[in-house]
């Protein structure tokens, strides 16, 4: 049983780096994983019989890369790809693998594996196979979905990337900026989902922030030099930051007013602030992740509700919304508004949004929301009541149900 768990620890550190480190030399996601997954199964068979290697790391790496070289040996088709690779069959002097070429080759994975040849769904389902190390049923669980679906947007998004021969390579040049957006993107739909749930019983999946916060450290190591990776940390740091006060005893949603601040996890918002630091010494200050670290700094360094600087969060808004024009974007900036100058000028920026009928906000339960507190703050009772009904209705979380089901009652 030892053993087994021996295994099963050094595999969950080390599979990205054998799959990444495979697949570059495979030339295909799907065929690597399917040989790191063979050694996996290979160690659960023979380490508890001939005892554990010495540097069991190492063994995996080098099984695995005599097991690539001998696909493409059998492989006609990948022959000449052998030519140029010039890999020969690893030796005892081969146990180690270069420290940089593996952290190339997992960088390398980043960008493949957020490929936007690839639907979101299914780049943020490989994403968390392929660098997160979770197995389709717990992505099914902490998405909601069945686990055949998660099976099959795996599957279709490997094929897809085999079909339509995806480099294994970091992009340069102009494709770069494209790709590293994409990449951005997945890591923080997976932190999203976890900081509110989109929907079933419970407002958090803090598992699913820790896999984001893992994959956005480990991209910041691997690209030090870029700016919105580290504005990408920082705004999960900062937010992950308020987790444990986000929720009452019972589950409930606390809101942001209202939440105990001891319980935000200092150890957390330095590294945020250090990481935001980073991104703006970097020319990042501008960057879409790194503007909403700013913000989220802003209520961070506020030790009560009352010290919060709302003008300077209204003003990042603003300048976020030029960067970034999205509705969602737009309904944050209206909050903004409402907090800095009063509720009246948050319900104009709501309503000015309201009005122009955007696709994306005519089911968005937010939307009706935050209209419904900032008519409840104007005395606007019976409006404010219309709307929380509204929002509960399109809400589909429980627990976010609950909360505007008890505002409705407050205002009774």
């Known amino acids: 049983m030892q053993t087994r ?9 080390e599979a990205t780096r054998i799959v990444a480190t495979v697949a570059r030399m495979v030339r295909d996601v799907g065929v690597a994983e399917e040989i790191a997954q063979d050694c996996l199964v290979t160690a659960l068979e023979q380490w508890p019989v001939k005892g554990p290697p010495d540097n069991p790391a190492a063994w995996l790496m080098t099984t695995a890369r005599n097991r690539a070289v001998d696909r493409i040996r059998r492989d006609q088709r990948l022959a000449a790809n052998l030519a140029e690779l010039g890999h020969r069959l690893p030796g005892e002097s081969d146990l180690e693998v270069e420290p940089d070429q593996i952290e190339d080759d997992v960088l390398r994975l ?3 594996a957020c490929h936007p040849v690839l639907a979101a769904q299914s780049r943020v389902a490989l994403a968390l196979r392929l660098l997160g190390g979770l197995r389709a049923a717990e992505i099914a ?12 947007r795996i599957s279709r998004a490997k094929r897809t990337l085999a079909d339509k021969q995806v480099p294994f390579e970091v992009p340069t040049g102009a494709d770069r900026p494209q790709r590293l957006t994409s990449v951005l993107e997945v890591i923080y739909l997976i932190f999203n989902e976890g900081y509110s749930a989109s929907a079933g019983d419970d407002l958090l999946r803090p598992a699913l922030c820790q896999d984001a916060l893992h994959l956005g450290r480990s991209l910041a190591a691997l ?5 919105e990776v580290h504005g990408l940390t920082a705004l999960m740091e900062l937010q992950a930051s308020r987790l444990r006060a986000r929720t009452g005893p019972n589950g409930e949603a ?11 996890d200092q150890l957390l918002i330095r590294r945020g602030l250090a990481a935001l630091e980073k991104a703006q010494a970097l020319g990042g200050s501008f960057g879409p992740y790194t503007l909403q670290a700013a913000i989220a700094a802003a209520h961070a360094r506020a030790r009560t509700p009352e010290e919060t600087d709302w003008k300077r969060i209204a003003a990042l808004y603003q300048v976020l919304f030029t960067v970034l024009p999205s509705p969602v974007v737009a309904l944050n900036r209206a909050v ?8 009246q000028a948050g319900l104009d920026a709501v309503d000015v949004l309201a009005e122009a009928d955007e696709p994306a906000m005519r089911n968005y339960h937010l939307l009706p929301g935050v209209r419904a507190d900032l008519l409840a703050r104007l005395g606007r009772t019976e409006e404010a009541r219309a709307e929380f009904e509204r929002a509960a209705a399109l809400s589909s979380n429980r ?3 609950e909360a505007l089901l008890g505002r409705l009652r407050e205002l009774a």
């Open 5 to 13: 768990a021996l295994v099963e620890g050094v595999w969950k550190v």
């Open 110 to 112: 980043v960008f493949v």
């Open 141 to 152: 669980r902490a998405f909601l979905v069945p686990e055949a679906t998660v099976a099959q």
């Open 223 to 227: 690209m030090p030099d870029e700016p």
């Open 254 to 264: 606390v809101v942001l007013g209202e939440q105990n601040r001891a319980r935000w």
């Open 336 to 343: 903004a508004f409402g907090m800095a100058f009063g509720p």
């Open 399 to 401: 627990r976010e149900r």
